[in-house]
């Protein structure tokens, strides 16, 4: 079975400063993971995705995500928070055993102050 | 921005009453999907469909009905709302067997407030 474990339910960071969201997977094989955003009263959109290539994926708005097999995570990185960036974030593991179901994490709400 | 659709966005009914949540898509794809999602969680996966005439029932269990009858097609029924079905109700959609057949595509999402 896979799961997906956000570890921050928020998190609040200045204008201009690094923004990092944690995620933690299980998995039985080699999974699909994927970040995506939520903005208030929106669907989700894809940030980025890891499907065994490069490990370090560079998505959309800036954000990049480093896959570390050896540690089950794949956490979510921004050098700089933009007021734009303020959303709910939902790590996501497929699995091609699992029918390419997805699996979500708890989602992180990300506030940014001016 | 994905082509993926889903009317009405904002639906507040009172409860006995029979509704369709539709969702189309115009990637050509062939699986579709759909999730629901209450305030502040994560989505549950409630039915999924691998192509026309293919309905499953997703991990969450649900008192709501799909059909697919067309592939760009694939509607969401409750036969009799009641308050517990308040919530948000997003569809999506994949590919099936291509090269980005993980990558699923959300549409906007239905706010259900069923009274």
């Known amino acids: 079975a896979q799961s997906v474990t956000q570890l921050d339910s928020h998190v609040s960071v200045s204008e201009g400063t690094p923004v990092l969201l944690r995620c933690n997977y299980s998995?039985?094989?080699?999974?699909?993971l994927f970040w995506y955003v939520q903005h208030p009263n929106k669907g989700l959109q894809l940030l980025l995705k890891?499907?065994?290539?490069?490990?370090l994926v560079k998505g959309i708005n800036g954000f990049e995500a480093e896959f570390k097999k050896s540690e089950t995570s794949f956490h979510l990185t921004k050098p700089s928070a933009h007021m734009s960036d303020a959303a709910e974030y939902f790590c996501?593991?497929?699995?091609?055993?699992?029918?390419?179901?997805?699996?979500f994490g708890g989602g992180t709400r990300v506030l940014v102050k001016p | 921005e994905a082509d993926i659709y889903q009317t009405p966005r904002y639906l507040v009914i009172g409860t006995g009453k029979k509704i369709t949540l539709e969702c189309s898509q115009t990637?050509?794809?062939?699986?579709m999907y759909w999730y629901q999602q209450d305030p502040g969680m994560e989505l549950h996966l409630i039915h999924y469909?691998?192509?026309?005439?293919?309905?499953e029932k997703g991990d969450l269990s649900s008192e709501s009905t799909v059909s697919r009858i067309r592939t760009e097609h694939f509607p969401l029924t409750l036969e009799s709302a009641r308050p517990s079905h308040t919530s948000q109700y997003l569809c999506?959609?994949?590919?099936?067997?291509?090269?980005?057949?993980?990558?699923?595509?959300f549409g906007p999402g239905t706010r259900l407030l069923v009274l």
């Open positions: 996501v593991v497929s699995d091609t055993a699992a029918g390419n179901k997805l699996t």
């Open positions: 998995s039985s094989y080699s999974p699909s």
């Open positions: 469909s691998y192509g026309v005439n293919s309905t």
């Open positions: 990637m050509g794809h062939d699986k």
């Open positions: 890891y499907t065994s290539a490069a490990t």
């Open positions: 999506a959609s994949s590919e099936y067997g291509g090269t980005d057949q993980e990558t699923q595509y």
